[in-house]
């Protein structure tokens, strides 16, 4: 019984310590106890679980890609983590063209050698072609929009366009 009530005391004074403190959570070891003060989610977004081929619905968020032959996607955002303020949006995706869009696009926003890789979430990587990719400020705004900002790579060779894309408020910095 006294040890009872000595586990219980522990425990509120957890709790208690925690609340003050803001940690999310403590283990208490051997009592089994575990406390919480906030169910809220800390942390990164949950990355995306789904890669999704729905071409349509790509084109309806980037109206300006003409009729790709093919793309590999994912979108994810921040609603799960209350903590942030404001939701932000991303898409990655890997997007196979008609060589006349690749000509198209490469007449129109010159974009240069770079050395630089596209970074696209884990479950999307096997998708990217190994480049060399070509990238520049004219691509990235052209498949850009008024709160969403767009990094464009294209690899000529592959007709392969890659596209990372961040939308929605960002929140204090």
Not at 47 to 54: A, G, K, L
Not at 74 to 98: C, E, H, R
Not at 100 to 117: G, I, K
Not at 160 to 169: E, M, P, R, W, Y
Request: net charge neutral; charged share 15%.
């Amino acid at each position: 019984m006294r040890n009872h009530r000595w586990a219980t005391r522990v425990a509120l004074l957890a709790a208690v310590g925690m609340t003050l403190t803001g940690c999310d959570g403590v283990n208490l070891g051997g009592l089994g106890i575990v406390g919480s003060a906030s169910p809220a989610v800390k942390g990164p977004p949950v990355p995306p679980e789904m890669v999704r081929h729905d071409v349509q619905q790509l084109v309806w968020q980037f109206p300006q890609l003409r009729k790709p032959d093919e793309a590999a996607w994912v979108t994810w955002n921040n609603s799960a983590d209350p903590s942030l303020a404001g939701k932000v949006n991303w898409i990655d995706a890997v997007i196979k063209l008609s060589p006349a869009e690749t000509t198209r696009l490469l007449a129109e926003y010159h974009p240069v050698a770079t050395d630089r890789q596209p970074t696209v979430q884990k479950i999307l990587q096997s998708e990217l072609p190994d480049g060399p990719y070509l990238a520049g400020p004219e691509l990235n705004k052209h498949f850009s929009s008024p709160g969403m900002s767009t990094q464009a790579f294209l690899d000529r060779d592959q007709n392969v366009l890659v596209l990372t894309t961040t939308s929605g408020a960002r929140g204090p910095s």
